[in-house]
């Protein structure tokens, strides 16, 4: 079956970039996302992108995909401490993008 | 922003309640899902919901497990008989339409904890 990957933890020193990864198993997977977990929150989508597309961008946010390797890769620039969350990678199990298999998650700890 | 509420945010029960966790997704959502998480592993997708009928589930939503809109505004999950292993944080989320572009929204979770 469909599986995801992830670090658990992840420490950085506020101002100096994050990078996040997740290894997923699934070559047929058409849509990955990432989202974030505040503490007693829901979770947030942050970014997804389409399997055809290399890279994408937003604001601080840059995601990175190798196909060919099944990995997937959040960049967060300029971390802030409001960025300490955990992160989870996913991946849609059907076309409709709706049923989501998700990674364990990577605790991203920012240090003032 | 819109959000999607969960009622409670945490509840206790013995082993073979039944127990009913409930969300109020975000007024103009059609499709809607239950997710949870059992403590130290992966959010796992359980079903999900349109015009009043279920669309998909997985493996672990068995015959223990029911949902239902029973009216305009709530979206609830039965459990008829709790086993310890159902202990979980449970996510509602809704979105307004199905494919990569419709974001899913969700809720904060409710705590299940089965005794």
């Known amino acids: 079956g469909e599986d995801v990957e992830q670090s658990l933890f992840l420490s950085v020193r506020e101002g100096d970039s994050s990078v996040i990864n997740c290894t997923y198993t699934?070559?047929?997977?058409?849509?990955l996302y990432w989202y974030k977990q505040e503490p007693g929150a829901g979770l947030q989508l942050l970014t997804y992108?389409?399997?055809?597309?290399d890279m994408k961008q937003d604001q601080r946010l840059t995601v990175l995909l190798n196909k060919k390797d099944k990995h997937l890769s959040l960049r967060i620039a300029d971390t802030q401490t409001g960025d300490s969350a955990i992160y989870f990678c996913a991946e849609s199990i059907n076309n409709a993008g709706n049923m989501l298999t998700f990674g364990g998650g990577t605790r991203l700890m920012v240090k003032p | 922003e819109p959000e999607v509420t969960q009622t409670p945010s945490h509840q206790v029960t013995q082993m073979g309640q039944e127990v009913i966790l409930r969300c109020v997704p975000i007024s103009n959502h059609l499709y809607f899902y239950w997710y949870r998480q059992i403590l130290g592993q992966k959010v796992e997708f359980l079903v999900s919901?349109?015009?009043?009928?279920?669309?998909?589930k997985s493996e672990i939503f068995d015959d223990q497990f029911s949902v239902e809109r029973p009216d305009g505004s709530n979206f609830t999950l039965k459990i008829r008989s709790t086993k310890l292993e159902d202990s979980a944080m449970y996510f509602c989320?809704?979105?307004?339409?199905?494919?990569?572009?419709?974001?899913?929204?969700f809720g904060s979770g409710t705590q299940l904890s089965v005794l």
């Open positions: 989320a809704s979105s307004g339409g199905r494919g990569a572009n419709e974001k899913l929204f």
């Open positions: 919901f349109y015009n009043n009928e279920i669309s998909e």
């Open positions: 992108i389409f399997s055809n597309m």
């Open positions: 699934d070559s047929s997977s058409t849509y």
